[in-house]
């Protein structure tokens, strides 16, 4: 593709780089016939090669042709607007400017669209052409007063850029760039003047930017009101990489994904009729979220109530009645709230409590249970004895007991005691029984803890244990009818009932089953041993006796019903790809959840248990997504040199075109995750197929969702069958697709991903570049030092020990292969990251720097495992896609302005 030149009129070529004058080609033809020898031609050659250059290396401005415009409301000027104020200064034309009539922070022009409308008149939007000196000239302000005009065109920028946006205008202007304030230019000038140029520099991420103006033109001018518009892309910019357009669509980008209003978790009342939705939104300016709860009808989704701006928090429906519960803190001591939405009447339920945990009511709402925090006391002299591996974890040596509350009396009761926290799972369904557990360390056997389950009737306190010295943690609930237990847990809990797995292999206790325990016979049913998705949530519904499940299922996360009388399986379709929680009424046959797909954001919507129908509730992240424009996505498996299937899929940048090469960004994680076909998340595929990537996500041996025994791959690999497997699924992908440019060809994950990043780059040299964020370059040091690595550990590498275990602890670290690494690494690392030491990535750095290869380091300060600040999550986000612009596209431009060379 050829550079922007200038054109000093005339035809020019287009087949070659589309910018050399056709004079100017004859003349160096011309040249040559009439001179030529071999030093002519050397010289002619030399010079031709310098013209060429000259012009593909100089930019020039591209002129706006064609505008959208609209008609503004008339802006009078105020009573006494004459009369001088306190400081002597009358209310003038340019104070009028001043006062921006309509905010269009959020507004997305395009033609026909409606700007402003009341009940005799509609202002719309329509297209007008520049001429041919490139202003566009607009109707002048009649007699009645001023005028505003809005113009708007979209800058679409192939690439990352820093152009210079060029106004030409008499008249005032403010200028907004995708809704934030450019500037303003905010002087008249007199008919006889040129237009004044005003311009601005700006940066261009890849997409689509909307530059809108205001013009304003008062009565009293006389001067044409006219605007002329272009953008000065750099030097570096090629044919094509920044046009205007006049319409909106656009790739997604990481603003669509982080701003707006977002739909969180949603609870009905008992009968089903209202529901409590939470809502967030991210403050840009200090990197704050605001988010609150309203309560709105399901019949019409009007909003019942709504408790925006106020500091409340921890809502629960009260079993009775359209009642919900809430907590206020106040001086740090919290007060527990009833509101009844039929009475209006709002009420306390408990006054004024230090160190307030959670609270759940008993099934008639006639009592709740919660739990009080003890603090441990403090470390005296500034020293610390560390207690077990736990004990350097913040907090864990407070404790939290159970009291019992009742409403009608104000009887409150403390149920239980000791060194030990004691958790609540569950009241029984008769309100006389608890179920709650206790759980302590055990290192002297994995996974490193014991635990036990208790029931204490409520009246006696009389207290049985269900289960006692289990070596595996498991959650509980009550069957409606109060006789049977629903646990969830892994495989080899309750003595390893749970598992199906080959002889020889180990399970992964991260694929989670279900069991239902009898309490009269005492006997355990593994009842999904062999149903292949890992659960994720289990609910009992009391209305139909099912047993509803989210579970994930291989990449996909569906809703599944178990029939408890049949036991049978059913999965109910909710319209989307994942799942993420459900939220059952107890009297009628709905339900809530939320649900999103590859191409289509979260939002929660109604489901009828009766006949499987479902209808959308709340979809604010719609608006976000109005004008986003999504590449078609395909499946794509391979079998790994087992005979395995490893499935996979492939994001498409949108306007694909199969003749083209593009660039290939492969992602995985590795562990014992799945990575889902969820909307969201820290990798936004979509985003990355909209900057003109294709991105293959595979999902390697070891993950759950596809049975036992493909999870227990998982268990003491760390990355072996993973890193062939990622390799030879690579390979095969490029040979099974023509369209992508081998020589481009772009590696990244994240945790063990991040480790399976480093680890590919000690086996492979096929990978153009990698990038790895808070990945593990030694196993030994992740697994003493992360606060969960020994525990993560006692899954991953069952029975493993660095003394134990040489070849997996350090012959399969990437530390200790760094001499291996050749390909260029961009290491990401929270700088207060607790799960995975950023040590972990800087001891690489270090090892790969002594080494002379290619690598970089970013720590992100103060963040931990994830990137969660508003401003940091971009910044992070835009590292990545620089890096991967600057080795996949031969674009280094954006790299060097985030982080530019310095003198250190």
């Known amino acids: 593709m050829g550079r922007y030149c200038p054109i000093f009129g005339g035809s020019y070529i287009t087949s070659f780089y589309k910018i050399i004058p056709l004079g100017a080609v004859f003349t160096f033809i011309w040249e040559l016939l009439i001179n030529f020898n071999f030093f002519t031609m050397q010289k002619l050659l030399v010079s031709a090669a310098a013209f060429i250059i000259s012009f593909t290396l100089f930019a020039d401005s591209i002129p706006v042709n064609q505008w959208l415009a609209v008609k503004g409301p008339d802006m009078e000027l105020p009573a006494f607007s004459s009369t001088e104020n306190l400081e002597g200064n009358t209310f003038s034309s340019r104070k009028l400017f001043e006062l921006s009539p309509v905010d269009i922070s959020d507004h997305y022009p395009f033609e026909n669209k409606v700007f402003m409308q009341g009940d005799d008149f509609e202002k719309i939007w329509t297209v007008f052409h520049a001429n041919d000196s490139g202003f566009l000239s607009l109707d002048k302000a009649d007699e009645a007063g001023n005028s505003t005009t809005y113009l708007a065109a979209y800058i679409s920028a192939d690439r990352w850029m820093k152009a210079e946006l060029e106004l030409y205008s008499r008249q005032m202007l403010e200028v907004y760039l995708n809704g934030k304030s450019l500037g303003t230019k905010d002087n008249s000038q007199k008919s006889d003047a040129d237009p004044e140029k005003w311009t601005r520099g700006v940066e261009l991420e890849q997409g689509k930017h909307l530059l ?9 001018e006389e001067s044409p009101w006219q605007v002329k518009g272009s953008i000065k892309p750099p030097e570096y910019a090629e044919a094509g990489d920044v046009t205007f357009e006049l319409h909106p669509e656009q790739g997604k980008n990481i603003n669509h994904l982080l701003d ?21 939104r991210i403050l840009p300016d200090d990197d704050d979220t605001e988010s609150w709860t309203e309560i709105r009808r399901v019949s019409d989704r009007k909003t019942v109530h709504s408790f925006r701006h106020a500091s409340i928090s921890s809502f629960s429906w009260v079993p009775e009645g359209n009642v919900i519960s809430y907590r206020t803190t106040r001086d740090g001591k919290a007060t527990i709230w009833m509101h009844d939405f039929d009475s209006g009447e709002i009420k306390s339920v408990l006054e004024d409590i230090e160190d307030l945990g959670s609270w759940s009511w008993s099934a008639d709402g006639s009592f709740i249970i919660f739990s009080i925090r003890e603090e441990a006391p403090d470390n005296e002299g500034g020293m610390k004895r560390v207690m077990g591996m736990r004990d350097r974890l913040p907090g864990y040596r407070n404790r939290h007991f159970l009291y019992k509350y009742e409403i009608d009396t104000g009887v409150k009761e403390r149920l239980t005691h000791g060194f030990l926290t004691t958790s609540l799972h569950d009241i029984s369904p008769c309100g006389k029984k608890i179920l709650f557990s206790q759980s302590r360390p055990d290192y002297l056997e994995r996974p490193y803890s014991k635990h036990d389950i208790f029931l204490m009737e409520l009246n006696t306190r009389k207290t049985d244990t269900l289960f006692k010295d289990k070596r595996r943690g498991v959650s509980g609930q009550f069957s409606p009818d109060g006789r049977q237990i629903l646990f969830t847990g892994g495989p080899s809990a309750f003595g390893g009932l749970g598992e199906n797995i080959p002889g020889g292999m180990i399970a992964n206790n991260y694929d989670t089953q279900a069991y239902i325990y009898d309490m009269e016979r005492g006997s355990i049913d593994p009842f999904t041993r062999e149903f292949d998705p890992s659960i994720s949530q289990a609910v009992w519904s ?35 790809d994942v799942i993420h929680w459900i939220r059952l009424a107890d009297s009628e046959p709905v339900a809530v959840f939320s649900g999103s797909g590859m191409s289509s954001p979260p939002k929660v919507s109604l489901l009828d248990l009766g006949n499987g129908r479902y209808r959308e509730l709340e979809n604010p992240d719609s608006r976000n997504f109005r004008h986003v424009a999504f590449g078609n996505s395909m499946e794509w498996d ?12 492939v994001y498409l940048p949108p306007g694909f075109d199969e003749s083209k090469k593009y660039p290939l960004i492969v992602y995985y994680y590795g562990g014992t995750n799945p990575v889902s076909r969820s909307f969201g998340g820290r990798y936004p595929f979509n985003m990355y197929a909209a900057s003109g990537y294709v991105v293959y996500v595979l999902q390697p041996s070891g993950a759950t969702g596809f049975g036992q025994e493909f999870s227990a791959m998982h268990v003491n690999n760390w990355g072996i069958t993973v890193a062939g497997e990622i390799i030879r699924g690579t390979k095969l992908f490029l040979d099974d697709h023509p369209f992508i440019d081998p020589e481009r060809v772009g590696c990244m994950g994240a945790s063990y991903g991040g480790f399976m990043t480093m680890l590919l780059q000690t086996h492979t040299d096929m990978f153009a570049t990698a990038i790895s964020h808070a990945g593990i370059s030694s196993i030994s040091s992740y697994w003493g030092e992360g606060y969960w690595g020994y525990g993560y550990s006692a899954e991953a590498s069952a029975g493993s020990f660095p003394w134990n275990n040489r070849e997996l602890y350090v012959d399969q670290s990437p530390l200790f292969s760094a001499d291996n690494i050749t390909t260029p690494l961009l290491l990401l690392h929270g700088d207060s990251d607790t799960n995975v030491p950023p040590g972990e990535s800087i001891q690489l750095y270090v090892a790969l720097k002594l080494l002379g290869r290619p690598v970089e380091l970013v720590k992100i300060e103060g963040e931990d495992h994830h990137i969660l600040t508003y401003s940091k999550r971009i910044a992070w986000s835009n590292t990545k896609m620089a890096w991967f612009d600057k080795w996949l596209k031969g674009q280094s431009q954006w790299w060097e302005h985030l982080y530019p060379e310095k003198n250190l």
């Open 260 to 280: 707006g209003i977002k739909a969180g978790s949603t609870t009905l009342s008992p009968d089903g009729k209202l529901y409590a939705v939470n809502f967030s």
């Open 212 to 220: 809108l103006i205001r013009s304003f033109h008062t009565s009293e």
């Open 638 to 649: 391979f079998k790994n040199s087992e005979g395995v299937r490893i499935p996979g899929r």
């Open 542 to 576: 009391k209305y139909n006796n099912h047993i509803y499940l989210v579970a994930g299922d291989e990449d996909f996360v569906h809703l599944f019903s178990y029939n408890t009388s049949s036991g049978s399986f059913n999965k109910i379709d909710t319209g989307g």
